[in-house]
């Protein structure tokens, strides 16, 4: 098969920049139920604008391209070991080309491979069959959504829930309590997969594996088609919405599947996957390795907008004139929200904290300053300019025992692993969405009074240790679109400089020039949190779910 690794390469590319018709589909319909002057009608525009520049410009949907996992179906007589070479070429090939992060870790030591080859990356299942094609199927699932993933054994006591017993109604309970878990923090709205029974190993398997039907297909259980369209009908009735930032869209897709199990053991596997539902396959000639079909409908010509849904008149975000102050490119203009305040204009209406529907826009410029900061309010949108800092896991478990090679007083921290390719005149930005914050919760506190940071900008919110250290010193979170890769790197004029290569090209500390970076403040200086309070009131709805449902 000399046109494997091509066919292989190619694949990877359209499942990273592409997004899949179906699922297209899905986003444009959770856009038709979503209000788009709230946050989560914001987040939902930000995403589809997100997904067009993403196929455009060929380059990663989200920056976290994930583990590469392959499911491989191949006729009896095909060399699986030639194959896995050649998927191995092509995924260091993409790799260089930008199209997919280096992602790879050793699990000891913490050195990124820098090719996203190690001991068991890329994930490769081979099964043979009795067809003549070469089935080839490919995910790519962020670590973000991956972290959402979670495993229930009955019977079980569930929060909200009560008592999950091993029948239908118990495998219910906990499908709904899987949505509930995961809030924001796995880049609502998502996709989940379900698998009912195997071990620990192959029920996750299983979950997994639901991800690869078809977003529009019916299961052919009877049973268990029922089960997803009830949890379909449910789940957006818990209120998380997009990002987690409240609203009528938390769940685009749910697939459910069965497998025998142990009489001890009673196992229901959720994966969670985010809205980036990456996703793609071909069927492969065996004699020569070309493409003969893909397996997915393309999402080239396929609108993510809710067609049919009047669209209220964006304000576009202009220059205010001041020196330095930048302009908001296009795309991040806030449908339905009023002109841009300064920072001074923004401190007179301080104690005037803003509505869902109503935000505030506030532009700032780097360094910022604690008075400024005490003048912005859960809700209000901020459009940032000047430098920023990258900083992830790595980073901030070195910092509590080192000092920061810049001075971070007044800075923002940017949760983010970008994608990066180098050339002649050095580092260029392919991709550039924030990473889930609450990794971080053991450290950003300390940080942020230890260097005098004043915002930080990731996805998911924060819990509450930082949430007090915010109000103690006087900063603010500001929630980025997670998955908005393209969207974010639109803004980064300019790679300034690098620090901590050592850790590898997601976890390095990135100095970022940007220009009209918007995202919204959910956790104050003034002790507000909407994770918290949208995790709260999500709660509430979720007991109204506790009476049986399938008997």
């Known amino acids: 098969m000399q046109h494997f690794e091509d066919s292989i390469y190619n694949l990877i590319v359209e499942t990273s920049t592409n997004l899949p018709g179906d699922v297209r589909r899905a986003v444009a319909k959770g856009r038709a139920l979503e209000d788009r002057a709230t946050r989560s009608g914001l987040a939902l525009t930000t995403i589809a604008q997100n997904i067009g520049m993403a196929e455009l410009q060929v380059s990663p949907i989200c920056q976290d391209t994930g583990m590469p996992t392959f499911i491989i179906h191949t006729p009896v007589g095909v060399n699986q070991i030639e194959m896995k070479k050649d998927i191995h070429s092509a995924i260091v090939r993409a790799t260089q080309n930008g199209k997919l992060r280096p992602n790879s870790v050793d699990s000891l030591t913490g050195e990124n491979s820098g090719d996203n080859l190690g001991a068991g990356t890329p994930v490769i299942h ?102 997803e369209d009830y949890i379909m009908e449910n789940a957006n009735k818990l209120g998380i919405g997009t990002m987690g930032f409240g609203g009528e869209v938390t769940l685009l897709g749910c697939k459910v599947g069965v497998m025998n199990r142990l009489p001890a053991s009673f196992f229901v596997s959720v994966a969670y996957n985010c809205w980036a539902f990456r996703r793609q396959g071909v069927l492969v000639d065996p004699a020569t390795g070309k493409i003969k079909e893909w397996l997915y409908e393309s999402g080239t010509g396929i609108s993510v907008d809710d067609a049919g849904v009047p669209s209220p008149e964006p304000v576009a975000v202009h220059a205010a004139g001041a020196a330095g102050s930048g302009v908001v490119p296009e795309d991040a203009t806030i449908p339905g929200a009023p002109a841009v305040l300064s920072a001074a204009e923004a401190a007179e209406g301080a104690g005037q904290p803003a509505t869902a529907g109503g935000s505030r826009e506030v532009r700032l410029t780097t360094p910022i300053s604690e008075e400024d900061i005490r003048s912005l309010w859960v809700g209000d949108v901020v459009i940032l300019s000047g430098e920023m800092h990258t900083g992830r896991d790595a980073l901030h478990k070195y910092l509590m025992d080192h000092e920061t090679p810049v001075d971070l007083n007044g800075a923002v921290i940017y949760h983010c692993g970008p994608v990066m390719l180098k050339d002649e005149e050095g580092w260029h930005v392919k991709a550039a969405g924030p990473t889930t914050s609450i990794r971080e919760e053991p450290y950003q506190g300390d940080i942020i009074k230890k260097f005098g940071i004043r915002a930080v900008i990731g996805k998911g919110g924060m819990g509450p240790k930082t949430l007090k250290a915010l109000q103690e010193h006087g900063g603010v979170y500001l929630n980025a679109i997670g998955g908005a890769a393209q969207y974010y790197a639109e803004c980064i004029k300019k790679v300034n400089a690098v620090d901590f290569m050592e850790f590898g090209i997601p976890e390095a500390m990135w100095h970022l020039q940007v220009d009209g970076f918007a995202a919204i403040v959910t956790m104050d200086s003034h002790g507000n949190s909407l994770h918290a309070d949208v995790e709260k009131d999500s709660a509430a709805k979720l007991a109204q779910f506790r009476e049986p449902v399938f008997k």
């Open 126 to 227: 081979f099964e043979q069959w009795e067809e003549e094609g070469v089935d080839v199927r490919l995910i790519l699932k962020g670590g973000g959504c991956e972290n959402k993933n979670i495993q229930y054994s009955l019977p079980a006591e569930l929060e909200g829930l009560g008592k999950a017993g091993r029948d239908l109604d118990g495998i219910r309970k906990c499908i709904l309590h899987a949505v509930y878990q995961a809030q924001g923090q796995g880049c609502s709205a998502g996709f989940i997969g379900v698998g009912i029974g195997g071990d620990r190993t192959t029920g996750y398997e299983l979950a997994k594996k639901q991800l690869f039907r078809k977003v529009e297909d019916i299961n052919p259980v009877e049973d268990l088609g029922k089960l």
